[in-house]
């Protein structure tokens, strides 16, 4: 027999308790996001039962609960059953776990029958764990795949709800600012994650417009149901558009990339360099031969020096001499060797045919070594350039050339000597219009860069 009376004293309390976290004045039932809390209560305290307490506590029960719901043969388990399958834990343990379950709920017990009873409140907060640590598992980047499923359950079955598009469509949000925010920092490095990211985030995206194109079909929705899907169709729109400005990014930096001399290496080869290094402070260890030695000097000998130099320059204003002449260093173009190399390989590009189809990366810059194979990809984001195409020189001719650069975000090995790796790219035939080229070749400077 049941005691209500006991029932509602102890209710009365957990209003009393709750409204101790309100303002004086303002009762829980008057605030409306508090009824949905209340309703799910069965199955919030639930949660509360697993995961009250310790990690190593809430981790035992969530082991036992697991063992016993992974037997389907049988709807029901012995106590015998249950230390046969749970015989690596200390028997006191397993009491004590089993004893929260019943008091909890999650465990039922048959008396007439001496069994235990998975509850099925106990499966759908199970279910839901796995789903959250199988989308762990796959490490998601995006952080899409768990809301995303929820969405697609719900609409299978007919009861997605506001609050779900709510959580996708606040995530879809937060990762369009992401992806700003990387965008504007002007950094390469920020770039290729958010740009990976980006990659993850639109396969989600494309998962997903079916679901979201069901929801908005769906004469049994609300009106607030078919706004929150529309919502999300823009942001998937907006999110599916930074394709473009990832690109403007990208080659805006390797634009400006700067590279160390004829070596082929430049500043983002050697910062990835660095960024691989757990102690940085070791690559000074034995650089310095000899202990720097310190030169110390009094204040007698600082004025000597400074009344020196300061007469001998008042001396020779007074005088008016003219420093006499000396013949200018005659210095070596050190750009010479570059420009004969890129019209070389001007004509290489020239006899490139790439109409019938793409001629991959590698067949373009090699056979080369590393450097000559650096300076070569260095070039490949002029093709089609509009500033550069409007000047004269090589540059200008190589921006002007009816090619187009495709590259991927992956890797090939190659069978070559001076090169183990390269991007999968290729070079394809456009269109291009020689027009503007041809109007302003008479007033363009001349302008070639190595």
Known sequence: ?????????????????????????????????????????????????????????????????????????????????????????????????????????????????????????????????????????????????????????AQAVGGVSVEQLHHLLGRLIELTEEFSDAIASGSEFQLRAAQQKWHTACDWVEKGSQIIHAITHDERADAATHRAAQAIGRAQSALLNMQGMFSRALNQIERQRVHLGQSGLSTTDIKTWLLQKDNLAALADEALAQPVTPLFITPSEMIDVAESELLSHRVSAIAGALPVGENAISVANDDSDALHELDHWLDLLHKTDAKEKPVALQDILLPANFAIASYRASMLPLLGDANESALQGATGTLARLPLVFNSKDKMQKLHDPHIAAMSIANLSFVERSETVSESTSTSAPNRETP
């Open 1 to 153: 027999m049941q005691n209500f009376s006991d029932d509602t004293h102890v209710q009365n309390e957990d209003d009393l308790a709750l409204q101790t976290y309100f303002k004086t004045g303002i009762s829980p039932d008057d605030v409306s996001a508090v009824f949905p809390l209340r309703r799910g209560q069965p199955v919030l305290q639930a949660f509360t039962a697993l995961f009250h307490g310790g990690f190593n506590g809430v981790l035992l029960r969530l082991l036992v609960l697991r063992e016993l719901t992974a037997d389907v043969d049988s709807p029901s388990l012995s106590r015998a059953d249950i230390n046969t399958k749970l015989g690596y834990l200390e028997p006191e343990a397993l009491e004590t776990v089993l004893a929260r379950l019943r008091s909890t709920g999650l465990l039922n017990w048959d008396a007439s029958q001496s069994v235990y009873r998975i509850a099925p409140t106990a499966r759908n907060v199970l279910s839901a764990i796995e789903s959250l640590l199988q989308v762990e598992e796959n490490n998601d980047q995006a952080e899409m795949s768990y809301m995303l499923t929820q969405v697609a359950g």
